[in-house]
């Protein structure tokens, strides 16, 4: 895989097979702001959330400027929604919405995380994400923290 080549594996966990159905919930969910939404898979990241019992979990975030404009950040709401605990533990640069973009240009987009706050964890890291499309978002975010929080760093999506 491309990752393990570029010397970043990907542990990678996600719920869903992203398809039309899963492409017209995140329209609603994001970009028309059904914050509702943040509901509709709660059970389920709970549930498999489980086996990552004792990690920390971070949320990928968004932008200020896309935080602005959609009024939430979507991956915390569904991690609010399972009643799951999390460290917003990384900042993301303003940079161009990756919708639309093509598998090559999220390849080669410079890291567009910095960490907020150092931190302290016990036996790893649980990166999330709403969807994984190429993995570029994750293995950034995962860069960040294995270079500065832990080499234990996991990743987890609603869609894949």
Request: proline share 2%; net charge positive.
């Amino acid at each position: 895989m491309l990752w393990q080549e570029r010397g970043h594996p990907i542990c990678h966990t996600a719920l869903y097979q992203y398809e039309k159905n899963m492409a017209d919930y995140f329209v609603r969910y994001k970009l028309w702001g059904d914050y509702q939404l943040r509901f509709a898979f709660s059970k389920e990241v709970k549930e498999n959330l489980r086996k990552w019992r004792g990690y920390t979990v971070v949320p990928i975030p968004v932008s200020d400027h896309r935080y602005q404009e959609r009024g939430f950040n979507q991956v915390e709401g569904f991690l609010e929604a399972a009643g799951i605990t999390y460290y917003p533990l990384l900042k993301k640069a303003e940079v161009e919405h990756q919708i639309g973009k093509g598998r090559r240009e999220r390849l080669e987009m410079e890291q567009v995380f910095e960490l907020k706050q150092s931190l302290k964890v016990s036996k790893g890291v649980l990166l999330v994400d709403d969807v994984y499309t190429t993995g570029a978002t994750l293995a950034q975010a995962k860069k960040i923290i294995y270079e500065n929080v832990s080499q234990n760093v996991f990743t987890f999506s609603i869609a894949r």
